[in-house]
T-cell receptor, first 117, second 113 residues
C-alpha cells in the first residue's frame, strides 16, 4: 500500500529558531499533500494544502510567513516552522493521496512532535 | 454547532466486548465517510471508508452511515487489547473540495484484557 514517510518524528528546538519537517510519498507520486496540526484531545486541524510546483493554500488563521510550505517535487513536501515559539509546540502530521480529488484515499505520515523550549 | 461531533470518551471495555463508536455531523454535503485509528504519537491509519449511506463490513469492523440522521457508526466485534487507540471519524464532500477532510475530535478506546 501507499506509504508516507515523515521526518523527524520528534524535535526539540529553542525559541526563535526554525524547524523543517519533511513529508515524502515513498511509492507513489502526490501532486497534493496536506499538513495538519493536532493538539491533545483535539481533532486534526488542516493547516494548508501543498501543491506541487505552486504556492500552498493556507487555511484561515494560519500564518503563511510562519509556516512555510514547499512542494518541490511530486514526492516531497516540507513544512518549516520559522521563529518557533512555545505556543507552536504541537503534533504536526502530513498526508498525501495518489488519487487526486478523492476524499478517502489519503495516507498519513507518522507525525512530528515539535517541542519549543 | 461544529461540523462534526464525536464523543471524546475515554471508553473502556473488557476484551471480547462489542464497541460502538459514533459521530454526528451537520453538513449535508458530506458524501465520503471514513474511520481512522490513531495509536499514541502516530499518524492516523485508515480503517474504513463508505460512500453515501449504507453498511460496510471488514473483518471485525462494521461501518454504518445514516445520512437521513447525519449519523455514522463504527462497530468493533470481539474487541482486542490491540484495538486500544483513538478512533477518528472523518468526512468529505464530493466534487470541488472533496480532498478536504473534516475530522471529529476522536474517541479514545481502551480494551482491557
Amino acid at each position: 500500500g501507499a506509504v508516507v514517510s515523515q521526518h523527524p518524528s520528534r524535535v526539540i528546538c529553542k525559541s526563535g529558531t526554525s524547524v523543517k519537517i519533511e513529508c515524502r510519498s515513498l511509492d507513489f507520486q502526490a501532486t497534493t499533500m496536506f499538513w495538519y496540526r493536532q493538539f491533545p484531545k483535539k481533532s486534526l486541524m488542516l493547516m494548508a494544502t501543498s501543491n506541487e510546483g505552486s504556492k500552498a493554500t493556507y487555511e484561515q488563521g494560519v500564518e503563511k510567513d510562519k509556516f512555510l510550505i514547499n512542494h518541490a517535487s511530486l514526492t516531497l513536501s516540507t513544512l518549516t516552522v520559522t521563529s518557533a515559539h512555545p505556543e507552536d509546540s504541537s503534533f504536526y502530521i502530513c498526508s498525501a493521496s495518489a488519487q487526486q480529488g478523492v476524499g478517502y484515499g489519503y495516507t498519513f505520515g507518522s507525525g512530528t512532535r515539535l517541542t519549543v523550549v | 454547532q461544529k461540523e462534526v461531533e464525536q464523543d471524546p470518551g475515554p471508553l473502556s471495555v473488557p476484551e471480547g466486548a462489542i464497541v460502538s463508536l459514533n459521530c454526528t455531523y451537520s453538513n449535508s454535503a458530506f458524501q465520503y465517510f471514513m474511520w481512522y485509528r490513531q495509536y499514541s504519537r502516530k499518524g492516523p491509519e485508515l480503517l474504513m471508508y463508505t460512500y453515501s449511506s449504507g453498511n460496510k463490513e471488514d473483518g471485525r469492523f462494521t461501518a454504518q452511515v445514516d445520512k437521513s440522521s447525519k449519523y455514522i457508526s463504527l462497530f468493533i466485534r470481539d474487541s482486542q487489547p490491540s484495538d486500544s487507540a483513538t478512533y477518528l471519524c472523518a468526512m468529505s464532500r464530493s466534487g470541488a473540495g472533496s480532498y478536504q477532510l473534516t475530522f471529529g475530535k476522536g474517541t479514545k478506546l481502551s480494551v482491557i484484557p
